[in-house]
């Protein structure tokens, strides 16, 4: 298991198309987080998966953002009918509920997935 | 409203040198605090953890302090390296699952 890994590294599109991101987290990992990151700016959260049951959903992820977990593991971020204030690292992290206090849940992040909307 | 704030928002140090990282939030409930480095163009990777209880922990020449009344943190790096060079990020966790981000201290190591 080499950590978190987000596919593809770099998209680039044009404004009106769709993207789609892919996550696959820690394999004993049973949450997952997406991110989205400005430059200059922390993350910020989109959505929360426990499983494959998605928990919660900022305001952030207007009616053009989806994110699916199907079976638990990997993840998938899809963007519809991009628009240049898109254009952001979106990033995973993925974490183990279980075990002792501050140890359980460690975020672990992917590289993330840089996206320009032309 | 849940808030992480950092000071400063850059530094720029020379190689050896010491510096401290200051990080105020204003969180409810608060569960731990963390501090995270990221290198241009990388997700963020742990590096300390501090719980209500602990006011100092240490990772190599990175030490976190946490005042839980004050709702402070800082970090400190010693005798700075090149590599120390990214972006550093005070998190605190809220409840079980939330994490509030601060937007960072870009610090700038030079030789």
């Known amino acids: 298991d080499t950590g978190v890994s987000q596919n593809p590294r770099h998209k680039i599109t044009k404004r009106g198309q769709n993207v789609t991101f892919r996550c696959d987290p820690i394999?004993?990992?049973?949450?997952l987080y997406w991110y989205r990151q400005t430059l200059g700016q922390g993350p910020e959260f989109l959505t929360y998966?426990?499983?494959?049951?998605?928990l919660e959903k900022s305001r952030l992820l207007s009616d053009r953002f989806s994110a699916e977990r199907p079976k638990g593991s990997f993840s998938t971020l899809e963007i519809q009918r991009t628009e240049q204030g898109d254009s952001a690292m979106y990033l995973c992290?993925?974490?183990?509920?279980?075990?002792w206090g501050s140890g359980a849940n460690v975020l672990t992040f992917g590289a993330g997935s840089r996206l320009t909307v032309l | 409203k849940n808030q992480v704030e950092q000071s400063p928002q850059s530094l720029i140090i020379l190689e050896g040198k010491n510096c401290t990282l200051q990080?105020?939030?204003?969180?409810?409930?608060?569960?731990?605090l963390r501090w995270y480095k990221q290198d241009t163009g990388r997700g963020p990777v742990s590096l300390t953890i501090?719980?209500?209880?602990?006011n100092t922990k240490s990772n190599g020449r990175y030490t976190a302090t946490l005042d839980a009344d004050t709702k402070q943190s800082s970090l400190h790096i010693t005798a700075s390296q090149l590599s120390d060079s990214a972006s550093y990020i005070c998190?605190?966790?809220?409840?079980?699952?939330?994490?509030?981000f601060g937007t960072g201290t870009r610090l700038k190591v030079l030789a």
């Open positions: 992290a993925s974490s183990n509920s279980r075990g």
């Open positions: 990080c105020n939030y204003t969180v409810s409930p608060f569960s731990n």
């Open positions: 501090m719980t209500f209880s602990e």
């Open positions: 998190v605190v966790v809220s409840g079980t699952y939330k994490y509030i």
């Open positions: 394999s004993e990992h049973n949450r």
């Open positions: 998966f426990q499983n494959e049951a998605q």
